[in-house]
Every structure is written in C-alpha cells, then in structure tokens.
C-alpha cells in the first residue's frame, strides 16, 4: 500500500495530477493546489474498488485524516469528500462541524442540505485532538454571538458565506462584545482591504 509520494507535478487535470516519481506517472486525485513542475510531498489514501485502484493525495495528514472521515458517513464517497475539501479549507470545515452550520458545509458541489446535516451528526463528537477541540471551542464561542447574525448581514449584500466565513469568525472573536451593528462596518472595511 502507497502511503506518500515525493515526486514532480507532469500534469495538472481537472481533481487530478499526474505524479512522476523514479519514471514513473501515478495518477492521484488531489483537491490541493499545485504548480505544474513543482516537486511536491503527497500523503496518499489509497480506495480500492471492484473495478479500480485509485489514489488519493493530501499535502497534510490533517487533510487526509478529514477525507477519511468524511468517506466514513454514509453516502459520502471520495469523489464528494474530495470535492468538500477542494471548496471548504480544513478549519472551516472543522468549525462548520463542531458548529452544525450544514449551510456552509453545502456550498460544496454535490453536498445538499440533508447530507451536510448528516456529516454534521456523523462526525461532531468524531472531531479530535487539540488542536481541533481548540478551533472547535473557538468556532463555538464565536457561533453564540453575533457571528449568525453576521453572516446573514453579509449575505443579504451579496457576499457568498464561504468567500467571508474566515474573516467574520476572526472579527467575531476579535470583538466578542460588537453588536451586528458595529460589525458589518469593520466587516466591509475588511473586505475591501482584502481586493
């Protein structure tokens, strides 16, 4: 079994690259980004099927350890997992689970309201270690304030959640004593800082 890949970047498809390591090309699917030509270290989870061997590859064992736990609920298979974790980065994601916001969790193609609520339920006491609990414990301090509120704010301006999910949590935290009010100004000042 194949547990990591060092090797150049030969090709760069849609979900997947071609690895070449000692002369030879594997062909691993990755949501990560990487640069044509570049020598790159991939963790790989290999998915052995009837039909097919394929590999999967992660840049960081956190990232293949969320694959694999999404691949562990019913119904979400690698090419779904793979597709959450091309759309939502690895803390957000762990928030959007410790949080139970399926809306964020949805925005991944693939991934209705119903499913996002099933990962939520399948995986919220799954989500371990330190660091997790922490971002976790964080995520949940700033989900009791204002950040719904936030959010909501945002939206209805016509900003997409998972484009200002990051920064309103860091403003919520940040500011845990801000009124919606006085957030969405900072909010859009942050916005504009960032284009």
């Known amino acids: 079994m194949i547990g990591k890949l060092q090797g150049i970047v030969d090709y760069i498809g849609d979900g997947v690259v071609i690895l070449l390591t000692g002369g030879v090309g594997y062909k691993v699917f ?10 790159v270290e991939l963790w790989i989870e290999t998915v052995v099927r009837e039909d097919s061997i394929r590999l999967f590859g992660f840049t960081t064992i956190a990232n293949q350890n969320l694959f694999n736990m999404l691949t562990a609920v019913s ?26 916001d399926a809306k964020t969790i949805a925005t991944a193609p693939g991934v209705g309201k119903k499913m996002a609520e ?3 339920v399948e995986l919220k006491n799954k989500i ?16 009791g304030g204002a950040l719904p509120d936030l959010l909501a704010a945002l939206e209805a301006l016509g900003y997409r959640r998972l ?3 990051d920064m309103a949590q860091k403003l919520v935290l940040a500011n845990p004593a801000a009124d919606v009010s006085r957030l969405v100004p900072m909010a859009l000042k942050e916005i504009s800082k960032g284009k």
Request: glycine share 12%.
């Open 128 to 143: 371990g270690g330190g660091a997790a609990n922490l971002f976790a414990q964080d995520a949940a301090v700033a989900t």
């Open 75 to 100: 119904g979400v298979g690698p090419k779904v997992a793979l597709a959450i974790l091309g759309t939502i980065s690895a803390d957000v994601l762990m928030s959007a689970i410790a949080t139970g």
């Open 30 to 39: 990755t949501a990560e980004y990487l640069t044509h030509k570049a020598t």
């Open 118 to 120: 099933k990962i939520i």
């Open 163 to 165: 484009d200002i999910l």
